[in-house]
């Protein structure tokens, strides 16, 4: 099993910045594919980026793409998710998922582990 634990949500303003932290633990070597949902209320859970087990390749949701970086540190076994020029429609519950296999999902049901969710509120 693998546990993961976010971190770094809170309350801003549009236009601040927040990075969001994802330690993992237990089963670590089973991760592969390391990807950052979100769900608003109301909504259903939307993919927003995802990055390999390596580091070197990482994809995004055209809603974040140039504001939102993911990225990791393997000997720390944590992710990352750097968000820049927040907005009020990125307000929502932030999750951190684990894939065992090496190939990239937007899809939440290929995800094997998740996290417990921190909030990010963008206030106008």
């Keep these: 099993q693998v546990q993961l634990v976010e971190?770094?949500?809170?309350?801003?303003?549009?236009?601040?910045?927040?990075?969001?932290?994802?330690?993992?633990?237990?089963?670590?070597?089973?991760?592969?594919?390391?990807?950052w949902f979100r769900q608003a209320p109301g909504k259903e859970r939307e993919f927003v980026t995802a990055i390999t087990g390596s580091g070197t390749t990482t994809y995004y949701a055209d809603s974040v793409k140039g504001r939102f970086t993911i990225s990791r540190d393997n000997a720390k076994n944590t992710v990352y998710l750097q968000m820049n020029?927040?907005?009020?429609?990125?307000?929502?519950?932030?999750?951190?998922?684990?894939?065992?296999?090496?190939?990239?999902?937007?899809?939440?049901?290929?995800?094997?582990?998740?996290?417990?969710?921190?909030?990010?509120?963008?206030?106008?």
């Design 85 to 124: 020029s927040l907005k009020a429609e990125d307000t929502a519950v932030y999750y951190c998922a684990a894939r065992t296999q090496p190939v990239w999902s937007t899809r939440p049901s290929r995800y094997d582990y998740w996290g417990q969710g921190t909030h990010v509120t963008v206030s106008s």
């Design 7 to 35: 971190s770094g949500g809170g309350l801003v303003q549009a236009g601040a910045s927040l990075r969001l932290s994802c330690a993992a633990s237990g089963r670590t070597f089973s991760m592969n594919v390391m990807g």
